[in-house]
């Protein structure tokens, strides 16, 4: 709404919708208060739990408990008043239209609660997408990961960060203006020993970043290879459900096919297209190639199946090139592990060419070298435990990137001598980790993160 300011009332549910025990309608603002009066008949006493019913124009649209927590000690930092009433599909709606007909009350953005929270310094930038990626959770370590930004473990590691790059700042101003300082700080080496121990630690806070962002965003594995290779096997396999139907048949799969499914913790979507050949059936399966061709560009790991007791495909090393063109990590699944194995088939995965993809036999029918496959899933994803993992974003890696890269060059310049410009460039590095926790911002990113919250949040 392009009137809608910071100091509006505004007021939202904020329970999903449909069947359930509880449904809380959320009010924010100066007239949180005046909405109790008029709703509830009284004027709630701070963090008291009190059974109203909720009244429009003196009809009950519902009754609940009314609690108000006021500012600065609430969510969004400002007033709030709760109204839990029913659930259900019409009656939280009830409310809500009962609670918007008071004067000065408007309905909320989509996360435009967590943004005030946010805009009133109850959280950083971190902790606010945190709220959203906690919702989302698709795994259980990533809920944990989630928890870790809510409770600051990613913000914690930025000042630190930023500490440390601030104090580095400061004995280079130090040298530019004082001689003395330049003769302790940089002609002793101390300056180059301080500048890699702060790209270690950016080092080390990308590494948490990206398992958080593979935690947050998940992962995408395609299955491809010819017709009857044993990629909807496989699917069912590693999902545990009958999700593809499987035959003797070529082109039985004809549409893409998901599963989804956790590895060491970070949900994955595994797709199964068709069989890519060059004389499809039908219109049918020739769409559903198209589709795979699709998929395939959109894959953090392809999944090369070959069925190993069959003459090998006469164009399979030209598929491979094109497949390397989509910059995606190939792994080899060579199926059927159980029969016989065809020698010209083994000979040409053994060739030069092919030396540098991983690759490994299975079994679906025996179970064969499933348990080895899920590991080579995680480390071809490149999915590392470590300690300390905080969800994270693109745009968070992104701005660690450019921190990192800022850093690189500081040292570079610092080895020959300018100590200017490496001023300049460890500002840079410093301006990109504000980007990440929401001291340097701008109205477009807020938006543009916020957008996506759910409008209760």
């Known amino acids: 709404m392009s009137s809608s300011t910071s100091e509006d009332t505004i007021a939202a549910i904020a329970t999903p919708h449909g069947r359930g025990g509880v449904a809380i309608v959320r009010i924010s603002g100066c007239n949180a208060l005046l909405v109790a009066k008029k709703i509830t008949g009284i004027t709630p006493k701070p963090r008291h739990a009190y059974f109203r019913p909720f009244l429009q124009n003196g009809e009950t649209v519902d009754e609940g408990v009314v609690i108000f927590f006021p500012a600065p000690h609430s969510y969004t930092g400002e007033d709030v008043l709760e109204l839990q009433g029913h659930a ?30 946010f805009m009133n310094g109850k959280m950083d930038l971190t902790a606010a997408e945190a709220v959203e990626d906690l919702i989302s959770a698709g795994s259980e370590s990533a809920a944990k990961a989630a928890m870790a930004s809510l409770d600051g473990a990613f913000a914690r590691d930025m000042q630190k960060l930023s500490d440390q790059i601030t104090s580095f700042r400061v004995k280079l101003e130090g040298c530019l203006d004082f001689p003395e300082e330049h003769e302790d700080f940089f002609d002793s080496g101390k300056a180059v020993t301080e500048l890699k121990q702060i790209q270690a630690l950016a080092c ?93 560009k959109q894959a953090d790991l392809v999944v090369l199946m070959i069925d190993g007791s069959v003459a090998p495909e006469p164009d399979l090393l030209k598929k491979i090139s094109d497949l390397k063109e989509l910059k995606s990590q190939i792994l080899i699944a060579i199926s059927k592990s159980d029969l016989p194995q065809n020698p010209q088939t083994t000979s040409q995965l053994n060739c030069k060419e092919l030396s540098s993809i991983p690759k490994l036999q299975i079994s679906v029918k025996t179970s064969d070298g499933l348990l080895s496959l899920r590991k080579k899933l995680s480390e071809s994803l490149g999915i590392i435990p470590i300690e300390g993992v905080y969800s994270a974003r693109s745009r968070h890696l992104s701005a660690l990137n450019d921190c990192i890269e800022a850093l690189t060059r500081a040292f570079q310049i610092l080895e020959i001598g300018d ?13 990109s980790l504000g980007m990440i926790t929401g001291k340097v911002s701008s109205d477009d990113l807020l938006g543009k993160i916020f957008s996506t919250f759910c409008i209760g949040k």
């Not at 590494?207 to 699917?235: H, W």
């Open 88 to 117: 259900g599909n019409i009656q939280p709606q009830r409310v809500l239209s009962a609670v918007l007909s008071c004067p000065g009350i408007r309905q909320a953005n989509p996360g435009e609660f967590t943004r005030r929270a």
């Open 204 to 296: 080390e806070a990308k590494l948490k970043a990206s398992q958080g962002l593979k935690l947050t965003e998940g992962a995408k594995i395609v299955l491809s290879g010819a017709p009857n290779a044993g990629k909807s096997s496989l699917l069912n396999a590693l999902s545990g459900t009958e999700r593809a139907i499987v035959t003797n048949i070529p082109g039985t799969t004809r549409d893409l096919l998901t599963a989804d499914i956790e590895i060491n913790g970070v949900p994955v979507t595994i797709t199964d297209t068709a069989g890519i050949r060059d004389t499809p059936s039908d219109e049918i399966e020739a769409i559903g190639i198209r589709k795979a061709v699709s998929a395939l």
């Open 419 to 431: 100590l200017v410009l490496c001023a300049q460039e460890m500002k840079l590095a410093q301006d």
